[in-house]
């Protein structure tokens, strides 16, 4: 439990960096180390709960969440997240539609932006609240937040800045996760929050640690364009490990 304690630190210090609240790599983890696959999704939704709380807490207070555009996205996707909770999904498939989804979100960011000014909107950018929905579906399945596969969008059709797509992904996560754990739950039983946070307890609080490093980081150090190489480097890096069986 020790080492996937410091694992989870190192996911949550990482992924906090970039607003993401590390859902996909808990769920890897946990994976490899034997844990009750129908729990999965459960406890990496605790853990994301944990993590992007702190990260919009800082976001807020510093100014950078763009609340009417963070909100009109979330409001198209967390009703979705809680449906997509509550569809059953086997283990081959989740960890089939994580990766690869993983892979193709991360490997956007590597695209060159097209030659327009910079700091301005693409014309795709008003259909970011559309896209929303079927992401919080897709979220809510595998039992993540979602922020990994909006915040590479965002960051293609310039959406806002780097840290103003953070701000928005962890918002957009505490709120799916909230409802994607609402299907879960729904699917899965009540007692099951029970079962996963007493196993799970040190990973919480190892999130809990490495949560607010990482959102310190992103909101007084990093720049815009680590925050995005960042992005493409974690999406691509589990993506393809979830694919390859670790």
Known sequence: MTGLAIAFFVT??????????GGSTYSALLAIA?????LLP????ACN????SGSSIRFARAGLTPWRGAIAITA????????????????GAFLAILGGSLLLTGLTLLLPR????EGVPMRGARYMPLVAA??????????????IFLAPLLHLVRWNGAREVAATAAFFILVNSLFGLGGQLAKNGLDSIGEATTVGLPLLIAVVLGGQIGSFLAVRFLPQMAIRWMTAALTIWVGGRLLTGW
């Open 49 to 52: 709960i944990v993590v992007v």
């Open 34 to 38: 034997g844990f009750d696959y129908r």
């Open 134 to 147: 079927p992401i919080g579906y897709l979220a809510g399945l595998v039992g993540i937040g979602g922020g």
């Open 114 to 117: 097209p030659a327009t000014a």
């Open 42 to 45: 459960v406890l990496s939704l």
């Open 76 to 91: 198209m996707a967390a009703p979705a997240a809680l449906l997509g909770g509550m569809t059953p999904v086997g283990k």
């Open 12 to 21: 949550a210090l990482l992924y906090a960096a970039v607003g993401f609240g």
